[in-house]
Structures are given as C-alpha cells and as structure tokens.
C-alpha cells in the first residue's frame, strides 16, 4: 500500500482508500463512510496500452482519467459529500470514502488523489487529509470477462 498525506493545521480528519475490487478481499476493505464504484462511471485506462501499466499517479494517466466526460463533476460532487459527513461527526471521528474500480491502479488512484485535494483546500488545510492506495501496486488485471 502506498499513501499520500496531506497534513493540516488540525489532525487528520478523512481517508480515503482507492481499491481495485477484483483483488481478493478487496471487499472487506471498505468499512463504513461513504463508497464511490467508478468502474461504469469512467473509461478505464487500462485499455489503452500507452497506460496499462502505469497508474494514476502518473501525471499522463491522471489527466486521462480527470478527462473523461463527467469525471470532474463527480469529483466535485464526491467532495461536497465528504465534507458534509464531516460536519456531522463529533470532533475527532474520522470519516471514510472507499474509491473502487477494476485493478486500483488507474481511476480509483486518480479520483481518491483528486477528492483528496479539493476537500483539503475546501477546508483551507485546516485538516489534514489521508490517500490509502490499497492496489496500486499489484499486477494488472487481465480483461474482464
């Protein structure tokens, strides 16, 4: 698993875990708080053998992804749900949002990262921010049958 932290004046508030669902117990992985299936939602780069194996990190591939048509509106929709669960947890409870599609390598990683940073700078960095990428680095999936 690989991370990306983005600290704030006060403690960590939301985690973010992106996940691929075809890995096994990829399920038990998704505890409470609020999940986002992305796998009919947004084209898979994976198919595109430019980005098969790379991963949303990789500044091409997140661009990709963000570039899908609806994609920046989910984003955007998929923050202002977050913060609003925050606002109604007592202080220090964190709140959760599981990102899934098919492998965890491509668009979960690009819209946890991208969810991640609009809420952080919707909350002024006052919080910090937590990016959980369970799959990042497993093998690629083969086609789904």
Same mark, same amino acid.
């Given at each position: 698993m690989q991370s990306t932290y983005l600290d704030g004046i006060g403690p960590v508030t939301a985690v973010i875990s992106s996940i691929g669902v075809r890995h096994d117990g990829a399920h038990e992985l998704v505890t409470d708080g609020l999940y986002l299936d992305l796998r009919r939602a947004l084209r898979n780069p994976a198919k595109d053998p430019a980005m098969r194996y790379r991963t949303g990190w /990789? $500044? /091409? %591939?997140? +661009?990709? %992804? =963000? $570039?899908?048509?609806? +994609?920046?509106? @989910?984003? *955007? #929709?998929?923050?202002? &749900? @977050?913060?609003? =669960?925050? *606002?109604?947890?007592?202080?220090?409870? @964190?709140? #959760? =949002?599981?990102? +899934?599609? &098919?492998?965890?390598?491509?668009?979960?990683? $690009? %819209?946890?990262?991208?969810?991640?940073?609009?809420?952080?700078? /919707?909350?002024?960095?006052a919080y910090g921010v937590e990016v959980e990428h369970h799959h990042i680095d497993r093998p690629v999936l083969s086609a789904a049958n």
């Amino acid at each position: 698993m690989q991370s990306t932290y983005l600290d704030g004046i006060g403690p960590v508030t939301a985690v973010i875990s992106s996940i691929g669902v075809r890995h096994d117990g990829a399920h038990e992985l998704v505890t409470d708080g609020l999940y986002l299936d992305l796998r009919r939602a947004l084209r898979n780069p994976a198919k595109d053998p430019a980005m098969r194996y790379r991963t949303g990190w /990789d $500044a /091409d %591939v997140y +661009a990709h %992804v =963000l $570039a899908t048509p609806g +994609a920046r509106e @989910l984003i *955007d #929709r998929t923050a202002v &749900q @977050l913060r609003a =669960l925050a *606002d109604e947890v007592p202080c220090g409870r @964190l709140v #959760r =949002l599981t990102v +899934a599609c &098919q492998g965890g390598r491509h668009r979960s990683v $690009a %819209v946890a990262e991208a969810v991640a940073h609009r809420v952080w700078e /919707d909350w002024g960095g006052a919080y910090g921010v937590e990016v959980e990428h369970h799959h990042i680095d497993r093998p690629v999936l083969s086609a789904a049958n």
